[in-house]
Each structure stands twice: as C-alpha cells, then as structure tokens.
C-alpha cells in the first residue's frame, strides 16, 4: 500500500511563499506516473492546480501559472509545489495525488494541508 504525506502549508501573508511537499512511501516497490497537486476551497470543487509527469512535463491551471511551480524527485519518490505571490484566493486544502501503476493502478490521494492566505 502506497501512502503520500503532505508537508508545508500554513498561514501567510499575501504576496508571500510557501513550498509544500509530498513524498509517497510503501511497505513494496511501487511505480509512479503522474503527480500532482489539487485544492478544494470551502463551498467549492476540488481542482487541480498542477500536474508533472516522470519525464517533468508539466500542466497548470490558468490562475496560478507564473506564480506557481511544480517539481519532483522521482529518487525520492517525492513532489513539490513552490507558491510565490500567494493571493487570498489561493486560500484552500490543498492534496497531493499520484497516479499509481505498479503494483497496480490506483489513484492515491494525500491528507491534505492547510493554506491560508490573509493579513
């Protein structure tokens, strides 16, 4: 069973940064596709923000490219998300998700992590 372990979200000010990371681990060898990070705001859908391929292609939604950027560590199994000129609109849980082949194919989500942007 593969787990994913979100880490460093938090409360900013606007126009600040935050870098959340997220590591994927499992009791046996695992293989990984696509990783990527989501948010859901309070009375809101849950929406992708950015995804990356094994291979570091990525894809962001409008709304935080430029200000955004998704990295990974296939080595460590691991994904990041640097957010720069945090609005409060950005204000949400944000989870990290994994597309899993190996052993078989599933969709692993993490716990989540809080981000608040405010004054």
């Known amino acids: 069973q593969v787990q994913l372990v979100e880490s460093g979200g938090g409360l900013v000010q606007p126009g600040g940064s935050l870098r959340l990371s997220c590591a994927a681990s499992g009791s046996s060898f695992f293989f990984i596709s696509v990783m990527g990070w989501y948010r859901q705001a309070p009375g809101k859908q849950r929406e992708l923000v950015a995804a990356?391929?094994?291979?570091?292609?990525?894809n962001y939604t409008d709304s935080v490219k430029g200000r955004f950027t998704i990295s990974r560590d296939n080595a460590k199994n691991t994904v990041y998300l640097q957010m720069n000129s945090l609005k409060s609109e950005d204000t949400a849980v944000y989870y990290c998700?994994?597309?899993?082949?190996?052993?078989?194919?599933?969709?692993?989500w993490g716990q989540g992590t809080q981000v608040t942007v405010s004054s």
């Open positions: 998700n994994a597309l899993l082949l190996s052993p078989r194919r599933a969709d692993v």
């Open positions: 990356i391929t094994r291979g570091s292609k990525t």
